[in-house]
């Protein structure tokens, strides 16, 4: 909460952070003691490699998947600890070609039938407001306009974000 945000406002706070959340992490997953069949992290870069190592300890048969859901020029880290992973997912088509990962949307589920499903909104955009997103959110505005789409666009912003 409250800490978190503090601690990403001031950068001297952000190695404390990053103590405090995997400190958090270990005490909950050691807390376990049958191990998982399956375990996937997504926006694994919060969590230290330490603690994909001790995962995988845990846990040596279980099969890993990684979800990356933001591009991979914004979070470097995921790079970093896909190797920890049997299988690396991404919603970017983009990244998936460049990296190596499978392409999977933000919503996905195999056994929808999309003709079937009555839709209010055409697109729905969720996002961290960074400068380089504003004005892509400018651009399907306008390009959605001419085709009548109905869009819900929602911009989270956070201090921190900033610089």
Known sequence: GFFFKLFNIIP?????????????????????????????????SVLSPGNHEMLRKLNPSAKF????????????????????????????PIDCKEYGMIYRPMFYDD???????????????????????LGFIDKVVANTKPYGLK????VRNSLHRFG
């Open 12 to 44: 001297c706070f952000g190695r404390l952070a990053t103590i405090v959340r995997d400190n958090h992490f270990r005490r909950h997953i050691l807390n376990y003691s049958n191990p998982y069949d399956v375990v996937i992290v997504i926006k694994g």
């Open 65 to 92: 998947s990684l979800y990356i859901w933001d591009d991979v020029a914004q979070d470097k880290g995921e790079l970093a600890i896909r190797h920890y992973y049997d299988k690396v997912f991404s919603y970017s």
């Open 111 to 133: 056994t929808m039938d999309n003709t079937a499903v009555e839709k209010d909104i055409d697109i729905f955009y969720i996002a961290t407001c960074r400068k380089n997103r």
């Open 151 to 154: 869009y819900k666009i929602i």
